[in-house]
């Protein structure tokens, strides 16, 4: 098995950033495939699950979350993989994609 801090071995542009909040990270030292799922059906749901229920009970779920976003900015759908801030690709696609729209709709109200 392999042993790394989710966040120390991703996000590879942010090194030169502070590390402060990573270390708090409830996924530090454990297993990395265990964020990175092959696929969303059978075991790898399973897997899935195991991970965000990491991700549930990490101090600094918001710092990560709002920081792969950040890292993702500009990236398509396909480019996103793995378990960052309790979401899987998908869902943080959707989740910008959800902000992108509201944003354009309040906007359109102006
Ligand atoms: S939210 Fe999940 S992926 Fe992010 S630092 Fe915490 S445990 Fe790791």
Known sequence: MRRFATHATHAPDTLDRTWDWRRR????GMDIDLFHPVGDTGPALAQLEEAKAVCRRCPVRGECLADVLRVESGW???RREGIYGGLTSKERWELVRDRRRAA???AGRG
Request: negative net charge.
């Open 25 to 28: 990270a409830a996924c530090l």
């Open 104 to 106: 354009e709709g309040l």
């Open 76 to 78: 398509g759908a396909t």
